[in-house]
């Protein structure tokens, strides 16, 4: 390690040590600060760890919150960033703030943002990537989908040697010829016979003869057992499987994984193949099939993430939605729900939520019975967009309540009658309404530090 990479490191831990202490934050800051002055100082933060970068449009806050919680089975030092401060300052800034047991290898278990997969990976080296999806997604950060998938191999290239594990239900992640090892993960479900995806979904054209893709079974999305009947490409073959889903409810999920019977207290498929996700990377590094299942059998509370707060009685589900596949799989999920409830969403369009908010108009917000709910909140910087495609899908003008801001919602949802909510949130707008809900006492403080 460098003189220069010390001094940063040192400045950069007092400052982790202020902001934390006596600000409640300091989840990027610091490491703003270490990089301007030591730009390589996250090589030497990160010599002592083995790290697996775990990247994606959706899935990658609870993939890396089950994957560490499925590693701690084995390995006692685990580093992670939990609330999702996946940036490369973020990411320094974890590595300051937690100790190593000098002597001994950690295991980092990395979030990491699609754009800043190649100057983490460039820095740690990581021993294996994860891909959770690709899908549309801030169009004014990303692009369109193959080139955010060409974000992420930026990094991949510059590890040949490192393990990917990917969604094998992706064809994306099938479409190109590297040198690494790999292991997928995916459903093993019943053959359908010949289907093809919705016609408005991206990513269904086959990579070889750009022939539209058909599928023996779709999940959602691009997602399944595809195949080309024009070239013949297909989906590899498949290390780790769920097989079968007993249950799908917006509170818990049973499912057959890789012959073991699971159960996760939280919905959506889209959650499911998160779990098959962290299920594969502990087998790989070494963690029994039961020891698995048992470890991500309990409960899970993750940031914003399908994450319940007590509200006065009411049971308020705060839900990340950033993307019209990641939305259309809530509100699927949501519509299952046999028991009553309300709806709030709240937009912002920030720089972390993305500025283009018209992917709204993908989400199938008219699956919604908004008769039987008592109200439906608009809110946000955005409400007035979010309230104009609520009016759209149904949601009738008397029906309809707004907050010209997210800390405007918690007071419409103290006065909803009925006793759950469930709040649908961009990235910023999620944060705000946490802060706002902490401050408050409705909940721990201790997940707010960005």
């Known amino acids: ?71 701690r089975q084995k390995y006692d030092q685990v580093l992670t960033n939990p609330t999702g401060s996946n940036m490369f300052q973020g990411i320094m800034t974890v590595f300051m703030a937690n100790s190593h047991r000098k002597g001994e290898k950690g295991l980092a278990v990395l979030e990491v943002d699609e754009a800043n997969v190649a100057h983490v990976a460039e820095q740690l080296h990581p021993k294996m990537f994860v891909l959770t999806n690709i899908f549309r997604d801030q169009m004014d950060r990303y692009g369109e989908i193959y080139t955010t998938y060409e974000k992420i191999l930026a990094g991949v290239k510059l590890c040949p040697e490192a393990t990917i594990v990917a969604n094998g239900d992706a064809p994306i992640f099938n479409s190109k010829d590297l040198p690494n090892p790999k292991v997928y993960y995916g459903f093993n479900l019943p053959d359908e016979g010949d289907t093809r995806a919705d016609v408005n979904t991206d990513g269904v054209l086959c990579p070889v003869c750009d022939h539209i893709l058909h599928y023996h079974f779709n999940t959602y999305a691009n997602l399944g057992n595809y195949f080309c009947p024009n070239c013949g490409f297909h989906r590899p073959a498949l290390k780790y499987t769920v097989n079968s889903v007993a249950t799908l409810l917006p509170t818990r999920s049973t499912f057959d994984l890789d012959g073991h019977q699971a159960s996760i207290n939280i919905g959506g498929l889209y959650n499911i193949y998160n779990t098959l996700a962290a299920y594969t990377v502990a087998r790989e590094f070494g963690v029994t099939g039961d020891q698995v299942v048992q470890a991500l059998s309990g409960d899970e509370t993750v940031f914003g993430r399908q994450e319940v707060i007590n509200v006065d009685g009411k049971k308020v589900t705060i839900i990340l939605v950033k993307n019209p596949v990641g939305l259309n799989q809530v509100l699927t999920m949501i519509h299952n729900d046999p028991q009553p409830y309300s709806l709030a969403v709240l937009l912002n369009s920030n720089y972390a939520d993305g500025i283009d908010t018209s992917w709204i108009w993908d989400g199938r917000f008219e699956d919604l019975d908004y008769a039987a709910m008592p109200a439906v909140i608009a809110g946000g910087h955005r409400y007035k967009d979010i309230a104009l495609r609520l009016k759209v899908a149904g949601v009738a003008d008397d029906h309809l309540q707004t907050a010209e801001n997210v800390t405007d919602a918690i007071p419409l949802i103290q006065q909803i009658p009925n006793d759950r909510i469930y709040v649908l949130a961009t990235y910023t707008a999620m944060l705000e309404l946490r802060k706002a809900l902490a401050d408050k006492n409705y909940v721990s403080q201790q997940l707010v530090n960005h």
């Open 1 to 71: 390690m460098s003189i220069r990479d010390k001094f940063a490191i040192t400045v950069g831990k007092s400052a982790y040590w202020f902001l934390h202490t006596f600000r409640n934050g300091g989840s990027s800051f610091p490491g703003q600060l270490v990089e301007r002055i030591a730009p390589n100082a996250l090589a030497a933060l990160g010599k002592d760890y083995d790290t697996i970068i775990i990247t994606g449009t959706n899935g990658k806050t609870l993939t890396t919150a089950l994957t560490v919680k499925a590693l």
